[in-house]
Every structure is written in structure tokens, then in C-alpha cells.
């Protein structure tokens, strides 16, 4: 079961947006709308940022947003902040009832 | 306060056994689907298994099928991971998340994890 793919690092200075990209295939982020990314800080257990592609979880700063073209999904933060630093790793619903994550990508805050 | 605990972990050799458990509070457990994922040291998430709120539906990684078995205590709010032939590729820290009333939801909640060290 291979992962889905994300750059493995982005950078951005505070104030800035970057953008996250997770690709797969149509057997998972093209051939349906169950795509989550979630926060890791080191140390620390994930966190739920968005899920079905673009909603996000009560509690969830709307500086994070998300969405889909094809079997590309994307993760975008705005107004980067220095606690936003953290490992990011994007989750599709595969077929055949299983789950498939990306490879992670550190963003650093500059 | 949504809260997942993690235990059972620990140091076995290759070719043992070790059954991880996950008390849940906070929530009500039994309408929620539950799930293991696991992460080896300084590499990403790898999810593991997952089972529906009523166990109609579960599922496993290929890379631990035949060998791990996901079961669930819904009166002791509880959920548990019992892995066989434990090898050296299954060292991990094992997380239990929390997702929804559906197989497809997302993972919501996440515990803290529990170290697995399989090593002669």
C-alpha cells in the first residue's frame, strides 16, 4: 500500500501563505471526497485540521483551508504564524474499506 | 474532555506477541468508529487498522494482516490491538484515533501513543 505523496519540506515567513499538496490516485484522493490533514507538533499526538476535504473541525483557526482537483489535494495555511511549525500529513479513504497517509511535510516557519 | 489512553506497550523480541489497549472517556464510545495508527521513529503516519462502532466492519493494513486482530469492549469503553509474530518492522509508537459514526469519517481525536520496541 503505497503513501500518498507531499513535498517532503515548505518554508514560508510569518504573515505569508504556502500551500501543501498531497497526491494520490483515483483509487483514493481522485475517487473520493474523504481527504483529511492533520498537525503534528514534535512530541505530540496529530491533529484534525480539515476533513472531508475542506471542512474544518470547531476550534480549527480558518487560516487553514483545504481542497481538490483530480487526485491532488491541497492544504493551504494563510498568515503564517511561528506556531504553525509543525510536521503536516494529509489522510485519504482508499478503496477496499482502508486508509492511506502522505509521506508528511515540515513546514518551517523562517 | 475527549480523552484516549494508550497502553501495553513495551520491549518484545521478534516472533512475540503484545496486545495494545485504548480506554476512551469523554465521548460516547459506542457510536464511534475507532482506529490504530502507527508511527516509527522520525517517519510519517501509517495507519494499521480500524473497526465500525458495532464491529460490522473491520479492516488492516497489508503489512499486518493475518498477524494483528482489532477488537472492541464497548461496555469498558475500550478498545484493543492484539499483534502476533511481532517483528522488527513493527516498531512503532501506536496511536488510537477516534473517528465518527462512519467508516469514512476522519480521525478527530488522537491519544498519545504507545511505544511498541520489537528487538533480539
Known amino acids: 500500500q503505497s503513501a500518498l505523496t507531499q513535498p517532503a519540506s515548505v518554508s514560508g515567513s510569518p504573515g505569508q501563505s504556502i500551500t501543501i499538496s498531497c497526491t494520490g490516485t483515483?483509487?483514493?484522493?481522485?475517487?473520493?471526497?474523504?481527504v483529511s490533514w492533520y498537525q503534528q507538533h514534535p512530541g505530540k499526538g496529530p491533529k484534525l485540521l480539515i476533513f472531508?476535504?475542506?471542512n474544518r473541525p470547531s476550534g480549527v483557526s480558518n487560516r487553514f483551508s483545504g481542497s481538490k482537483s483530480g487526485n491532488t489535494a491541497s492544504l493551504t495555511i494563510s498568515g503564517l504564524q511561528p506556531e504553525d511549525e509543525a510536521e503536516y500529513y494529509c489522510?485519504?479513504?482508499?478503496?477496499?474499506?482502508?486508509?492511506?497517509f502522505g509521506g508528511g511535510t515540515k513546514l518551517t516557519v523562517l | 474532555e475527549v480523552q484516549l489512553v494508550e497502553s501495553g506497550g513495551g520491549l518484545v523480541q521478534p516472533g512475540w506477541s503484545l496486545r495494545l489497549s485504548c480506554a476512551a472517556s469523554?465521548?460516547?464510545?459506542?457510536?464511534?468508529?475507532m482506529h490504530w495508527v502507527r508511527q516509527a521513529a522520525g517517519k510519517g503516519l501509517e495507519w494499521v487498522s480500524g473497526?465500525?462502532?458495532?464491529?460490522?466492519?473491520?479492516n488492516y493494513a497489508d503489512s499486518v494482516k493475518g498477524r494483528f486482530t482489532i477488537s472492541r469492549d464497548n461496555a469498558k469503553n475500550s478498545l484493543y490491538l492484539q499483534m502476533n509474530s511481532l517483528t522488527t518492522e513493527d516498531t512503532a509508537l501506536y496511536y488510537c484515533?477516534?473517528?465518527?459514526?462512519?467508516?469514512?469519517?476522519?480521525?478527530?481525536?488522537w491519544g498519545q501513543g504507545t511505544m511498541v520496541t520489537v528487538s533480539s
Open positions: 483515483t483509487s483514493d484522493i481522485g475517487g473520493y471526497n474523504y
Open positions: 484515533a477516534k473517528g465518527g459514526e462512519s467508516w469514512l469519517d476522519a480521525f478527530h481525536m
Open positions: 472531508d476535504v475542506y
Open positions: 489522510n485519504s479513504y482508499r478503496s477496499r474499506n482502508t486508509w492511506v
Open positions: 473497526i465500525t462502532w458495532n464491529s460490522a466492519t473491520i
Open positions: 469523554g465521548f460516547t464510545f459506542d457510536d464511534s468508529a
